[in-house]
């Protein structure tokens, strides 16, 4: 299964509430239309600090990221070809500005637990190192970072994604240079204060040391969830 992100800025003008209910009523069930289409998640930014952690800040303003899941590239290109997209595109540009879609490949390090409350959503956008290829960012990420990260003390759930396709707007394919972004995290934790627990702990310091030698900039967001499918 891969995922669809659209990393979304509300149009100028709207204010945020307008933007997150038009979102959720209007275009989320648009969306949910789809053919082929698995999940569709909205994550709705509600803090942008660089909670926890010191590294370098990308210069990413944001008000929402959502996800699309498919089984395949292929019900994902006939998704957006469809006569269900039209009416998706069409809702777009009545609500959202400057728009960064991605396509990832996912890696499910820790599945996320059931808890029975509500869980805190932690969101990060990674950009790779100079002089490193996509690759190179892959094996150290997935491979030892994960494995440091997984130890972290109160963690409910961490979510890697491997970014293999960019494009702006809706559709027009992407460089790197113009969606500077290699991953996205997806971390969950029962609150805030555990959080700020897991980064000042041992395991968190194993993984920000290894952080510096292959990622230049970690963005990120707390997000609230809204699960349309």
Known sequence: MIVRMGLLTRKQGLSSEDFRSHWRDVHGPLVARLPGLKRYHQNHVVDSRQLAIDHARGTWSIDGISELWFDSIDDMHRAISSDAYRAVAEDHVRFVGDTGLITAEQNIVVPMEASGEPLVKRMSILTRKSGLTPEQFKDEWWGFHAKAVKKFPNLMGYTQNFVTERSAGLGKPASHEELPIDGMVELWFRSVADIEAAFRSPAANVSQTHA??????????????????
Do not use: K, R, Y
């Open 212 to 229: 510096l030698s292959f990622i230049a900039e970690i963005t990120t967001f707390l997000v609230e969830p809204h699960e349309v499918i």
